[in-house]
């Protein structure tokens, strides 16, 4: 999966224009902004917490960032 992933090209991105898409984990939803890979990639992500849900511990070996914005 390739979203946003080249750098040298600017992209406007409106959290209106997409849908929320289940992680694995559950209660956690997110909009995926940049990625290169399938589920273990680099990624940068917004992402949506439901009450009592997170992330399990793993690891992205091209590099996770993830915002969380309330």
Do not use: C, Q
Not at 33 to 58: C, K
């Amino acid at each position: 999966m390739r979203i946003n992933a080249d750098f040298s090209k600017r992209v406007v991105v409106r959290p209106s224009d997409y849908n929320w898409v289940h992680s694995p984990a559950g209660g956690v939803d997110r909009i995926m902004l940049d990625r290169i890979g399938d589920e273990v990639a680099r990624a940068t992500t917004l992402v949506r917490f439901a009450p009592n849900s997170y992330f399990d511990a793993h690891r992205h070996d091209g590099g996770e960032e993830y915002l969380v914005l309330d």
